[in-house]
């Protein structure tokens, strides 16, 4: 099982930007479509992001498209979240996922693909 450790977050400022990153170990990292998830307080999780595993295709929330980008290194067994233009909704513990080995990026879009959690870091963008 792939282990995940996320970095990163903080507080910013709303227009503010961050990036993410997650560090992977325990697999070979590019078998893995991988996510970032978001909770903010008193919701549900909710998926944000997730990209293949050789790292060409990508896919968004709607909330965040054109914002947020993702992107993997897969030399370093890294993924990361770019977040621009962050808005006080954009609050949350922010979770990096790894998918089930060879599935695609598009299992990952709810938890029930998610093979593996990071343990979250905390992003909060003040107005």
């Known amino acids: 099982q792939v282990q995940l450790v996320e970095s990163g977050g903080g507080l910013v400022q709303a227009g503010g930007s961050l990036r993410l990153s997650c560090a992977a170990s325990g697999g070979t990292f590019s078998d893995y479509a991988m996510g970032w998830f978001r909770q903010a307080p008193g919701k549900e999780r909710e998926f944000v992001s997730t990209i293949s595993g050789s790292g060409p295709t990508a896919d968004y929330a709607d909330s965040v498209k054109g914002r947020f980008t993702i992107s993997r290194d897969n030399a370093k067994n890294t993924v990361y979240l770019q977040m621009n233009s962050l808005k006080p909704e954009d609050t949350a513990v922010y979770y990096c996922?790894?998918?089930?080995?060879?599935?695609?990026?598009?299992?990952?879009?709810?938890?029930?693909?998610?093979?593996?959690w990071g343990q979250g870091t905390l992003v909060t963008v003040s107005s």
């Open positions: 996922a790894a998918g089930i080995r060879y599935r695609s990026l598009r299992s990952i879009v709810t938890s029930s693909g998610v093979g593996s």
